[in-house]
């Protein structure tokens, strides 16, 4: 059976390609999103994706994704640095999650240094742009197979 792998994206996300091109790229939401189905497809997985300006809109989500999901990818964005909801209900999860951000938070203003996920996740991937989204499907179908 194929696993099936839920992909959210925080706020602002839905701007990428107009937003800030020369820190997330030039590549829109939905170029990621069609790459990351069929990166998925490839693999004999299924990738959801979804994207939310609202925190609370976020939280139902990854509650929803309990009994539904294999696996999460998740960059919160600005969330990342401020959201004890987002870590809770990840939390609530059994399966495997990763974290991921275009950019590297490391490399940025101090306030970006902080996530309240990665020490709750399998794993962050920061700074490949596009293609830390088909890194992070490829460690969670690793993962699941292991
Ligand atoms: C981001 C990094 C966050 O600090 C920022 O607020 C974003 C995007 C990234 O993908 O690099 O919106 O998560």
Redesign the pocket.
Known sequence: MAHKILVIH????NMLGKREPET?GADTLSDINTALVLHGKNQDAEVTTFQSNLEGEIVDKIQQAIGIYDGLII????Y??TSIAIRDAVLLLKMPVVEV???N?YK?EPF?HHSFLSDVVAGQI?GFGMQGYFMALDAILHILKS
């Open positions: 925080g706020p602002n996300l997330y960059n919160p964005a600005a990342t640095h951000h275009l950019s938070i940025r970006r920061a």
